[in-house]
């Protein structure tokens, strides 16, 4: 079993940045793709960005070219850097890991992330 435990929500104005980390516990071996969701209301859940265990990152255009994710396998993180922030980015951002040997997916439980115009 896998848990995934998310820091560093909050309330930001547009224009401003905010870190997100998220630390993985437990069975993590076979731990591959880890990342970052995030679902506003009224809307589906959708990628935001996602990171190999080597470190290769695919992003929603949406977030392309202003948020930046980053991996250190020593400590199980993933992280989230968010710049230049806009009231769309306002959701609530779940962390993922997919486990490769079983496969299954594991998602955090969350962090509000709310950007004020």
């Known amino acids: 079993q896998v848990q995934l435990v998310e820091f560093g929500g909050g309330l930001v104005q547009a224009g401003g940045s905010l870190r997100l980390s998220c630390v993985a516990f437990g069975s993590i071996d076979s731990i591959g793709v880890m990342g970052w969701y995030r679902q506003a209301p009224g809307k589906q859940r959708e990628l935001v960005a996602v990171?190999?265990?080597?470190?290769?990152?695919t992003y929603a255009d949406s977030v392309k070219g202003r948020f930046t994710i980053s991996r250190d396998n020593a400590k199980n993180t993933v992280y989230l850097q968010m710049n230049s922030l806009k009231t769309e980015d306002t959701a609530i951002y779940y962390c993922?890991?997919?486990?490769?040997?079983?496969?299954?997916?594991?998602w955090g439980q969350g962090t509000q992330v709310t950007v004020s115009s």
């Open positions: 990171s190999t265990a080597t470190g290769i990152p």
């Open positions: 993922n890991a997919v486990r490769r040997n079983p496969p299954f997916t594991f």
